[in-house]
């Protein structure tokens, strides 16, 4: 079964320094998403993507963070100065489209620690 | 935010028994609900989902129920295996939104053998 791949596993960082998450979405899907789950806290809601653009981001989607779509396959998310708080499981979703009954399919997780 | 609740952290079940694990939710704009499966170090995996046109959809031994007077919806494991011990993450979107998900807190399932 085709399954959204993420990369690295686990990255430990700096604080200050600049991260990049990469994401590999299944092959047919068109949209894709980022979410990230802090310790002990609820699945959250960071970033949409779909025809090279962001169709939708959340309040914590601010100006140090930023998406793209390299290439063909790959999505990356990149945060440009990283903060204590930016410590969390990220996870990438994509979707073949953007409506019901087209559930969301998800990576395993970038756990980014940041010191 | 607390516009989905799963006000259950936790559930323990006998295997073979059925596990129904409980989801409220309070933005009467979501449309569309869904039910994910989270085992240790590994991403939600779609398990069963529902439209607010429907109040029952089933997938063998998974029923989720929907009631939208009472904005709450339930999954049902029968019968239950200990396979199915895990997190379970109730999610919600909207078509406004782009279908993003807006996430419950998880249940854990245990089932004991």
């Known amino acids: 079964e085709p399954e959204v791949t993420q990369t690295p596993s686990h990255q430990v960082t700096q604080m200050g320094q600049e991260v990049i998450l990469r994401c590999v979405p299944i092959?047919?899907?068109?949209?894709f998403y980022w979410y990230r789950q802090i310790l002990g806290q609820k699945v959250e809601f960071l970033v949409s993507?779909?025809?090279?653009?962001?169709?939708?981001k959340s309040e914590i989607f601010d100006d140090q963070f930023s998406v793209e779509r390299p290439d063909g396959s790959n999505f990356t998310l990149k945060i440009r100065s990283t903060k204590l708080e930016d410590s969390a499981m990220y996870f990438c979703?994509?979707?073949?489209?953007?409506?019901?009954?087209?559930?969301?399919?998800f990576g395993d997780g970038t756990r980014l620690s940041i010191l | 935010d607390q516009q989905v609740k799963q006000n259950s952290p936790s559930l323990s079940v006998q295997e073979g028994r059925i596990s129904i694990l409980n989801c409220d939710y309070t933005?009467?704009?979501?449309?569309?609900f869904l039910w994910y499966k989270k085992y240790p170090a590994e991403g939600p995996t779609f398990l069963i989902s529902?439209?607010?046109?429907?109040d029952k959809n089933e997938d063998g031994r998974f029923t989720v129920f929907l009631n939208k007077s009472a904005k709450h919806l339930s999954l049902h494991i029968v019968p239950s295996q200990p396979g199915d011990s895990a997190v379970y993450f109730c999610?919600?979107?909207?078509?406004?939104?782009?279908?993003?998900?807006?996430f419950g807190k998880g249940t854990l399932l245990t089932v004991n053998p």
């Open positions: 979703a994509s979707s073949e489209a953007p409506r019901m009954n087209q559930p969301q399919h």
């Open positions: 092959s047919n899907h068109l949209y």
């Open positions: 993507f779909y025809n090279n653009e962001i169709s939708e």
């Open positions: 933005n009467s704009m979501f449309d569309y």
């Open positions: 529902i439209s607010s046109i429907k």
């Open positions: 999610a919600a979107s909207a078509r406004g939104s782009n279908y993003k998900l807006t």
